[in-house]
């Protein structure tokens, strides 16, 4: 009897939460290849399998209350925490009824941004979080397979400096991009009104998956591309890409949220595109009166993702926005000009800031005095100066501890390569959220193409 329990034990410990989510991994995987080869009655098989298993379950139960920052915002029922044993209630609770899932009405809350912009959020209970975490696990990967590869607003593993890499390709100097132009569509956030009945026949789920989601649909759940991080934001922005999926086929473009970029030849009419776009989002259900539409050619330039792409002198150029930069400076100036700081406390505070910044461009041209940060550096060594504790020496030590350094390729957009996205195009990957665990190395080992076998991320 000892011995058995000591087995038990052994048994329970190796099924831990890392091997766990090796076996979601797996399934997910798996799932990924049958969709891909349009094998649709093993797919709904391993849907149902992923749905089923427990340790998915339990993780999408310690997600929704340990991990998320939402948390502590109740829903109707009032609860922000479960027991122990209301957990494994739940987990109970979540078996029985998942596909056959009647959702509870939500709760709305209003906050304000710091630029003094309302939003609003939509709290659901914890046990309806629960459900829409799971559903996701099955959903994600069966469309992740069906999506464009000009999609990059939902690809998890696509860096942002493929979108820079994605415009070099279409703008560059073999595409004739002098006589290019750019149209620009913006989206709204929210999708006031849109056909449900057409969503949910797009959807790669079994039949009380798609019976639960239309529940939820009809009970007030709104679909769009939302700035504010939401409970529910994973699952709004999956199903906003599953109701405007084939949009890429309609003409070359890149989708990204909502911000969509057509790139027009010279032979291309955008009066005629901007008809086919209307017909296609009128046939959605999405009847948009305010669509932001705008021409641009490429030699003049635009704003895409804070980021203003030019074509100038055989070459593709990109500078930071002005309102990304006024951002950027305005969080510097108010570490700096700060008093209840020190000169050490402002430069621990001030770094990661400019790290960051200096980092996401890395690949603009920051020639100019202005984007090089001469005058911030000015104004920076005058405030460390000023300290009775400091001199000029030890001024000029914090200042280059604070402002950090980075080599700018010469050649800029035209020499882009970057290992974590240079397959989205060659070979088709799936991969979840790498931040779910603690160990770095587990997606660098485990993400790798599934037809060849080439390994994506290079450790």
């Known amino acids: 009897m000892k011995f058995f329990i000591n087995l038990l034990f052994i048994d329970l410990n190796l099924l831990g939460l890392e091997k766990s989510l090796k076996i979601l991994y797996r399934l997910q995987k798996h799932l990924f290849k049958s969709v891909y080869v349009l094998d649709r009655k093993n797919s709904l098989k391993i849907q149902k399998l992923i749905l089923q298993s427990s340790y998915s379950r339990l993780f999408v139960i310690r997600e929704v209350t340990q991990i998320n920052s939402e948390r502590r915002i109740p829903g109707v029922d009032g609860k922000t925490t479960l027991t122990f044993l209301e957990r494994f209630e739940l987990n109970e609770y979540l078996r029985k009824n998942m596909l056959n899932w009647f959702p509870q009405s939500f709760k709305q809350y209003f906050f304000i941004n710091d630029n003094k912009t309302g939003y609003k959020m939509k709290v659901f209970t914890i046990s309806d979080r629960a459900w829409q975490n799971l559903i996701k696990l099955a959903l994600e990967p069966a469309h992740e397979a069906v999506f464009h590869p000009s999609n990059f607003g939902f690809r998890c593993v696509t860096s942002v400096f493929e979108i820079q890499n994605v415009f070099s390709l279409r703008i560059g100097q073999i595409y004739f991009a002098s006589q290019k132009r750019i149209l620009k569509i913006k989206l709204s956030h929210l999708f006031e009104t849109f056909n449900i009945n057409f969503l949910i026949k797009k959807l790669i789920a079994p039949r009380g998956i798609k019976l639960g989601l239309f529940r939820l649909l009809k009970k007030g759940l709104s679909l769009g591309y939302v700035d504010q991080v939401d409970i529910s934001t994973n699952l709004i922005c999956l199903l906003s890409n599953i109701l405007l999926t084939d949009f890429e086929s309609l003409h070359e473009c890149l989708h990204c949220g909502n911000d969509i970029v057509f790139f027009l030849n010279p032979v291309d009419d955008e009066k005629v595109l901007v008809q086919r776009i209307r017909l296609f989002l009128s046939s959605r259900g999405l009847y948009l009166d305010k669509l932001s539409i705008e021409v641009f050619p490429a030699f003049i330039g635009f704003n895409f993702l804070d980021w203003i792409f030019k074509f100038n002198n055989d070459l593709l150029c990109s500078l930071p926005s002005d309102f990304n930069y006024r951002i950027f400076v305005n969080r510097v100036k108010h570490i700096l000009n700060n008093s209840n700081y020190g000169s050490v406390v402002k430069v621990n505070k001030v770094y990661p800031i400019i790290k960051q910044w200096r980092l996401l461009n890395r690949f603009c041209l ?50 882009i390569k970057i290992n974590l996205a240079r397959s989205i195009f060659k070979h088709t990957i799936f991969c979840v959220k790498p931040h779910i665990i603690n160990r770095k190395n587990f997606f660098v080992d485990n993400c790798f193409c599934i037809h060849c076998g080439m390994k994506i991320f290079e450790c």
């Open 366 to 415: 920051l020639k100019n005095s202005r984007y090089t940060l001469f005058f911030l550096k000015k104004r920076a060594f005058k405030t460390f100066n000023k300290e009775s504790k400091q001199d000029f020496y030890s001024s000029k030590r914090l200042l280059d501890k604070c402002f950090y350094l980075l080599e700018f390729n010469e050649k800029h957009l035209n020499s």
